[in-house]
């Protein structure tokens, strides 16, 4: 029973749950040199994308391939424990296991780039680049609770994006603990982490394609102090 005698002890929020959209670097010559290398590979990968099948790609906007992933098939974007129980069962003989798609030898700048941001030794989880089309393509508000493994504290997964190829008209949108509204622009030779197990939203209202480096990472107390640090 509730005593309003007694004191009650109130658990204190990391200050890295507080996080929904942060910046967590702006890159050195040599990194942007091989974000650079990594946009004009784009040039040649429209064959490569697929759409991204979900009930918030509005009008078929949102596309990716990937990287890494649960299969060696660059196609292959699902992550198994997301799906559900039909696709469970149908899939119930096949094996996941994370590793890399035929296509990231195609791209090494990429492991250099996180690298660079993350140091060496740290674990990635899927890696995906993602294309969300110009001419007001949009992901709706939504979140990515049906994944358990996403989150900041050590052991989970946070997801970080590197803008390779964007324009000032796309808009990304995280709404925060008290569903106030964060709304950015990333721009390219920039590193963000975003929180995706709270609501999130993104449209495209320029010109030109944006194109992420999506990367889920293992948390480690490194990455917890690139989270809580002042810009």
């Not at 090494?108 to 393509?137: A, C, N, W």
Request: charged letters at 30%; glycine letters at 4%; aromatic letters at 10%.
């Amino acid at each position: 029973l509730f005593d309003e005698n007694v004191d009650r002890i109130f658990p204190v929020l990391p200050k890295y749950e507080t996080v929904s959209v942060k910046r967590i670097a702006s890159f050195s010559v040599a990194s942007n040199m091989l974000i650079q290398k990594i946009a004009e590979k784009m040039k040649d990968t429209d064959s490569l994308f697929q759409n991204h099948y979900s009930n918030y790609n509005k009008g078929k906007s949102w596309s990716a391939f990937s990287l890494r992933g649960y299969t060696s098939d660059p196609t292959f974007m699902t992550k198994p424990i997301e799906m559900n129980d039909d696709w469970k069962e149908e899939h119930k003989d096949e094996v996941f296991k994370m590793q890399d798609t035929t296509l990231m030898s195609k791209f090494p700048e990429v492991y250099q780039l996180l690298r660079h941001t993350f140091g060496s030794p740290t674990e990635y989880h899927r890696i995906r680049l993602m294309k969300l089309k110009s001419g007001d393509g949009e992901l709706t508000r939504h979140t990515d609770q049906v994944d358990p493994d996403q989150g900041l504290a050590v052991g989970k997964l946070a997801r970080f994006h590197f803008p390779i190829i964007t324009n000032p008209g796309v808009k990304f949108t995280v709404w925060d603990i008290e569903n106030k509204p964060n709304i950015v622009n990333m721009k390219a030779g920039e590193c963000w982490v975003i929180d995706v197990r709270k609501p999130h939203a993104a449209k495209n209202g320029g010109k030109d394609d944006r194109i992420h480096l999506v990367v889920d990472v293992v948390v480690n107390s490194d990455i917890i102090k690139m989270m809580e640090a002042k810009q």
